[in-house]
Nanobody, 124 residues
Framework: QVQLVESGGGLVQAGGSLRLCCAA?????????MAWFRQAPGKDREFVAA????????LYADFVKGRFTISRDNAKNTVYLRMDSLKPEDTAVYYC?????????????????WGQGTQVTVSS
């Protein structure tokens, strides 16, 4: 059974930092990429960052460039999202997802498995 388990969310003040983790298990294919998305109340799910697992290439949404960093530990099938300089508008449920495509893609439909999400709340 495929599982993606996110952790590391919580409540933080504006300007603070958090590191999210996503551990994948039970995959029946060799994943090529993983990504983070987020969804705030009343809004659509939006792309945050993606990483190509072999080469380490990354792609970020414009609104997180310079503040968030995605990284991976292939030996642990784990992807991380380091979030610095957090803003209240970063408040959302953050989801990780995995794809077998080698392309860095922002479209949620390209990702085949998703985690349950972890809540990030940034207070002003």
């Amino acid at each position: 059974q495929v599982q993606l388990v996110e952790s590391g969310g919580g409540l933080v003040q504006a300007g603070g930092s958090l590191r999210l983790c996503c551990a994948a298990s039970g995959l029946t294919f060799s994943p090529r990429g993983m990504a983070w998305f987020r969804q705030a109340p009343g809004k659509d799910r939006e792309f945050v960052a993606a990483i190509r697992l072999n080469a380490g290439n990354t792609l970020y949404a414009d609104f997180v460039k310079g503040r968030f960093t995605i990284s991976r530990d292939n030996a642990k099938n784990t992807v991380y999202l380091r979030m610095d300089s957090l803003k209240p508008e970063d408040t959302a449920v953050y989801y990780c997802a995995v794809t077998r495509t080698v392309l860095l893609i922002k479209t949620p439909g390209a990702y085949e498995y998703w985690g349950q999400g972890t809540q990030v709340t940034v207070s002003s």
